[in-house]
């Protein structure tokens, strides 16, 4: 891990930078990809399945047969964690759901919203070094309790053809209505566009390596929407004398076996505990079966040590982590004056695998500093809100003249028409 000491803030920008790609050569590559899906469908479909994972599929949807299976070889015990997580995200999010109420903005003038579902939307899920599993509950949940009247999976096969068992029982828990055995910017190109077997959605949400995201976000340009611009997950740990070294090493441990392109940050407020946290991250590291992928994230990840703490503050809302640690002893105080992350964890026994799988906030959320923006998903992420308003005759009259005067400043008359022939119609109708 690289070490910076009191990092001047001219130098923030390059500490704070994340991994460049290769978007010329990324960017032509994926849009042959939703070309050919685009013009093939389901034949395109298979044949880059083939192509590129290796797999023949005689069927891109999963059956029910396979579902029933999945639940057969799961073990009780990875069974009923499923079951406990989705019950917490599921009680966190449906606590966002909201009772919207009719505004009187001036007497007989009243408007109102009303949430209503994206009717078809899209789930990409990884299936690669590490099926995520977790990601079909947090967004078939949301998905569920918004009402979307369909929810599509794509996720890559194995190399016999085989969805993970895990995926499927969580896909059929939350109500997933269809599953695809496709995988990479192809999977997004079947939701963008729609084939033979996917039908065309109209917001994709999910998580993916880099030809994922760029397909998303090429599609996006084309009138699908998404759910935000992802890359690489990150985390940022904030620690003070107060921190466990051994829960510090966990954390970033934790982050870094995601992929060899995760970023590792660690801002320090005390210096004699570096010593600490380096020697458990060695310990702890020769531990994981994912040694080498973290070992190759980490040769890419940032130790920065500030002696003030609004310094590091500072440091840190100018990074935007997609997730944020802070184990100081004044979390709390702190946390208050963070402004951009997307999911923060307070205190020594709160570590982002809790968020990652089970406490019940989302965990799929904005990265590569997009924290300045964006939210992470929400259940507001699975609808939209439409506008209402009824104006009385009481109501034409104490606004329309408002209207008229507005609209004639524009110069648009017919706009100011739209008014005035209905007050022109209460003033002959006394």
Known sequence: MKIFNNPNRTTWAELTARPALELDFLESTVK???????LGGDAALKELTFQLDGVQLDSLLVSESEIAVAEEVLSVELKQAIITAQRNIEVFHASQIKTEHVIETMPGVNCWRKAVAIDKVGIYIPGGTAPLFSTVLMLGTPAKLAGCKEVILCTPPDKNGKVNPAILFAANLV???KIVKVGGAQAIAALAYGTESVNKVYKIFGPGNQYVTMAKQLVNQQGTAIDMPAGPSEVLVMADESAEASFVAAD??????HGTDSQVMLVLLNKNKLKDIQEEVSKQLELLPRKAIAVKALENSRV???EELSEAIDFVNEYAPEHLIINLKNDEEVAEQ???AGSVFLGNYTPEAAGDYASGTNHTLPTSAYAKAYAGVSLDSFVKNITYQRISKEGIRNIGP???YMAEAEQLVAHKRAVSVRLEKLLTSK
């Open 32 to 38: 042959n990809i939703l070309n050919r899906v685009k």
């Open 175 to 177: 109500g997933v209505t």
């Open 252 to 257: 970033l441990l934790s982050q870094a076996e």
């Open 304 to 306: 920065v040590q500030f």
């Open 338 to 340: 963070i402004t951009n």
């Open 402 to 404: 408002t209207i008229e």
